[in-house]
């Protein structure tokens, strides 16, 4: 009987435990949903809604004074004077667009420029100020702008058929970040030499273009390429980098003025897993780069037709002139013949993230908008080679474009030169990269299973892309950890335009299964002798290959 009490009283106290022990559990989960649930709406209060929470004398000055300042007493004063400021500025805008508007000029038209010019009766908007930290020389100050003005823009354009049109620039909205730097300081009135003022950011600029008196789309062609004009003229007159100069003090300030720093050399190799925007077959892709979005600054890659992995392999060299803000930008197209190219994917890259004078490997996702903080859309990468030379290196570290060095990185054009013949003295001289590259096939690590049996008898195929040039290893049986430790060597007639490509097989009775492959440039193996990497495969679910590349250069050049 006592046995039997026992083991009831057992049962109880053992349900009441894990009761309570439910209970426990229940409680702290429920006050851990309440406790993240308070934070995340402290994640999301505003300044308005701690407004609500303290009362102004108890409100932290670091919190009231935040970085970006509000201007409502610049707006009130701006207001006042903006009849004068329209009268002072509208002369001086036009004689400084004017010349560019011109240089911009489309072909279509035989002459362009302004009638009248005035900025209108609706001053701007400074939304916010700050003050950017780190100029040991001067002050740099950013001003928030927001402008949806009325002013009187007519544009006297007349076209190569003879017809003269009147166009009135309307509808104007504006919003961005215009920066204004005090510099160099001086102890003297008023403590600063100079002013440069430019566009720092280029937010929003919508207008649109109207004929007086009539229609411009009557004229095909005309509303875009005036379109594209205003806007290279605002890209190249006032935005960053480009800065214009106030002298307020006697001085020289020549230094303050844009001027080129250096050059950017890419490579664009590659592209991996674009978008397909056509219905029948795949997608065109080409590429547009550039720094600075203009128009003779924009490089434009070839076309590579039906293909959502081109390989491109081009160079191109764009001007830089301030490396610490400016960005490289990749753009993907597909090309679409005669209509306008649809967007595949778009990329960036800090030129502030490039060691000078050090050739950068990278893969960059694809993204819709450069402006889009997410994008969870598989687009595809980008594969480039990126190197930052600055002008005026020879103390700072081996600049790999000097005539002495054993081989350039990129394509390199020489415009001087002693040669046998005097007639060709001033002729350009492109470098030629001829060699012999050494590749050692050593082992790969961890391939995909290809056989029944879980296993693969895997070997691999070296092709010189340019030329064609093949060579395989031997075949290893029944091994997902193959080791082949064979080398092979490789004429190369231009190394700075050819790649190797390593494709790896499975070998079977009656043929062979594709597992990955790996494409590489010859620019790091030119620029270090010899290199020993480990590469993932490509287009595999896992599996890597060991190579050692050595290369033993023989340049020469061809004159052109």
Same mark, same amino acid.
């Given at each position: ?9 057992? &049962? ?6 894990? =009761?309570?022990? =439910? ?39 670091? &919190? ?20 004068? &400021? ?74 190569? !058929? ?22 160099? !300081? =001086?102890?003297?009135?008023? %403590? ?26 009557a004229i095909p062609g005309v509303a875009d390429a005036l379109e594209t004009t205003i806007r290279d003229a605002v890209e190249d007159s006032i935005t960053w980098p480009v800065r214009k100069v106030i002298p307020i003090l006697p001085g020289d300030y020549s230094d303050l003025e844009l001027k080129p720093v250096g050059t950017l050399e890419v490579k664009l190799v590659q592209a991996q897993g674009l978008t397909n925007k056509d219905i029948i077959g795949k997608s065109d892709p080409f590429a547009e780069l550039h720094i600075r979005p203009l128009r003779n600054r924009t490089k434009i890659s070839k076309v590579i037709n039906n293909d959502l992995n081109p390989i ?33 994917? %778009? ?34 990468? &980008?594969?480039?080679?990126? @190197?930052? %030379? ?113 494709? =790896? ?14 494409? !590489? ?5 030119? @620029? ?18 060991? !190579? ?13």
């Amino acid at each position: 009987m006592s046995f039997v009490s026992g083991l009831v009283i057992g &049962v109880l106290v053992g349900i009441a435990l894990i =009761v309570l022990f =439910v209970r426990s559990e229940n409680a702290r989960s429920a006050r851990r949903s309440a406790l993240a649930t308070t934070i995340a709406a402290f994640a999301r209060m505003t300044v308005e809604d701690s407004k609500k929470l303290l009362a102004p004398e108890y409100y932290p000055s670091w &919190v009231v004074f935040s970085q970006r300042q509000k201007l409502n007493w610049l707006n009130a004063h701006l207001t006042k004077i903006w009849p004068y &400021v329209d009268e002072a500025a509208s002369e001086l805008i036009k004689a400084n667009v004017e010349p560019i508007l011109e240089q911009y000029r489309p072909l279509v038209l035989s002459s362009l420029s302004f009638s009248k010019f005035t900025l209108g009766t609706v001053a701007p908007q400074f939304t916010g100020v700050s003050i950017i930290e780190g100029g040991d020389e001067g002050i740099t100050m950013e001003l928030e702008m927001n402008w949806d003005g009325n002013p009187s823009i007519i544009l006297d354009i007349k076209t190569r !058929l003879g017809v003269g049109l009147p166009v009135q620039v309307k509808n104007i909205a504006f919003t961005g970040v215009f920066r204004l730097i005090f510099k160099p !300081l =001086v102890p003297e009135f008023p %403590c600063f030499g100079a002013v440069s003022f430019s566009l720092r950011h280029k937010k929003q600029m919508d207008f649109t273009l109207k004929v007086v008196g009539g229609d411009i789309s009557a004229i095909p062609g005309v509303a875009d390429a005036l379109e594209t004009t205003i806007r290279d003229a605002v890209e190249d007159s006032i935005t960053w980098p480009v800065r214009k100069v106030i002298p307020i003090l006697p001085g020289d300030y020549s230094d303050l003025e844009l001027k080129p720093v250096g050059t950017l050399e890419v490579k664009l190799v590659q592209a991996q897993g674009l978008t397909n925007k056509d219905i029948i077959g795949k997608s065109d892709p080409f590429a547009e780069l550039h720094i600075r979005p203009l128009r003779n600054r924009t490089k434009i890659s070839k076309v590579i037709n039906n293909d959502l992995n081109p390989i491109w392999n081009e160079h191109f060299e764009f001007v830089v002139e301030d490396v610490s803000t400016q960005h490289l930008t990749v753009k993907i197209y597909d090309d679409e013949g005669l209509q306008a190219a649809e967007l595949l994917g %778009c990329a960036q890259v800090q030129l502030s993230q490039l060691e000078p004078g050090k050739v950068k490997d990278v893969w960059i996702k694809l993204v819709k908008d450069l402006d889009l903080q997410r994008d969870t859309k598989d687009r595809g990468k &980008v594969h480039l080679e990126l @190197l930052y %030379c600055p002008y005026g290196v020879e103390s700072g570290f081996t600049n790999p474009f000097t005539s002495n060095y054993t081989m350039t990185s990129l394509e390199k054009v020489l415009k001087s030169g002693d040669t046998e013949n005097g007639d060709l003295g001033n002729k350009k001289r492109t470098v030629i990269i001829r060699g012999v590259l050494s590749v050692t096939v050593i082992s790969a690590e961890d391939l995909p299973p290809t056989d029944l049996l879980g296993k693969a008898d895997p070997f691999v195929v070296l092709t010189m892309k340019k030329t064609g040039m093949k060579n395989s290893t031997r075949v290893v049986n029944e091994n997902l950890n193959p080791v082949w430790n064979q080398t092979f060597d490789f004429v190369v007639e231009d190394g700075l335009h050819d790649m190797l490509m390593v494709e =790896v097989y499975d070998h079977d009775t009656f043929g062979k299964d594709y597992m990955g492959r790996c494409i !590489l440039t010859l620019t790091r193996v030119i @620029l270090e002798g010899e290199y020993k990497d480990c590469f993932p495969l490509d287009g595999a679910k896992s599996g890597k290959l060991n !190579l050692n590349l050595k290369w033993m250069p023989q340049p020469i050049y061809r004159d052109s």
